[in-house]
């Protein structure tokens, strides 16, 4: 593998950059498109720190079919690692339009604009979320799919038109990656995942109530039907994650359709447990109430890994301790930029 130019859309945001600095590493040249909308450009110093190498980077948007159509007349792109898109659940069930224009209307335009310059490899970002709320654990990736929310339809729905693209065009091919929970960070503490705001999400969140940034982590629900009640997910380290997706790269090379594969770990790990895990890596106690459940969680979800490891020959190097020491290594890296 190497010497193969690959554009990374949304490269500056979380998954991207580790994707980028993975890519980098094994020789590959990278173009990051990004509209920096959630992210910023002193990123790509930092991945130039880690590599030695830095990636081309052009601010743009998806959005912007002339913007995209300059990037691949002005590099040589021979596959696309697509992740430019709005992620947060609740923001798509209050503003749909703004996730269906962004994230459908944008990865059309990115399509028209890879056929037009004959670039037909692709790797996609989809989601666990595609699983709907009625299968059972571990999810395989034959199961029947659907969703919840505007968020996980433009997963779905970038998956079913890929699958129509290669079905019409044998010359495409792509990879429909479905993450779990990514997590962590890079080890060198340099990079990693920086939400604006109140985090979302677990681990983000108890990284700032480590820093002292919030007062206590809230466990959203402990009567749930495992083992010690609290929700039970699969949380990938994002190296590992990104690691999945040069696989996957090399996997697609020849093989027209589109594959959808699981990216996890195959095992859950509930709220107590990360909290356990992330009191070790930041060496105290940290405060935590139980409250309600959180409308729409459903009570755990993980992965069979199996398809990975046998397309793509991955698995996972690092698991939950990985994960919490990364992330407090990079908090606290992340609260000098801040400053
Ligand atoms: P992120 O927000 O950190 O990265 C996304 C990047 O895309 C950001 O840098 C943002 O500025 C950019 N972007 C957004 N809209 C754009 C546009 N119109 N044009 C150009 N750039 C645009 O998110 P992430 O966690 O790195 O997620 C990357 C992808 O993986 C997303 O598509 C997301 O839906 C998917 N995904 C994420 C998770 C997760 O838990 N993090 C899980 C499953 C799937
Ligand atoms: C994990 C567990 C919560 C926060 C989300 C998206 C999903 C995907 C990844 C993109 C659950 C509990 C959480 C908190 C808590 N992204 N929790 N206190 O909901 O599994 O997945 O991110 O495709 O689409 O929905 O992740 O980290 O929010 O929750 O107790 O403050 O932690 O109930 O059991 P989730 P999460």
Known sequence: MGNKTILVTGGAGFIGSHTTVVLLEQGFDVVIFDNLFNSKASVID???????????????????????????????????????????????????????ENNIGGSLNLYEAMGAAGVKRLIFSSSATVYGESNPTPYFEDFPLSCTNPYGWTKLMNERILRDLCAADPAWSAALLRYFNPGGAHRSGLIGEDPAGIPNNLLPYAAKVAAGRLEKIHIYGDDYDTADGTGVRDYIHITDLARGHVLALDYIEGRPGAAAINLGTGKGTSVRQIIAAFEKACGKKLPAVVDPRRAGDLPQTYANADLAKKLLGFETNFGIEDICADIWRWQQFALTLDS
């Open 46 to 100: 930092r991945i130039e720190r880690i590599t030695a190498r830095r990636p081309s980077f052009v601010q743009g948007d998806i959005r912007d079919r002339d913007a995209l159509a300059r990037v691949f007349e002005s590099f040589p792109i021979d596959a696309v690692v697509h992740f430019a898109g709005l992620k947060a659940v609740g923001e798509s069930v209050e503003k749909p339009l703004l996730y269906y």
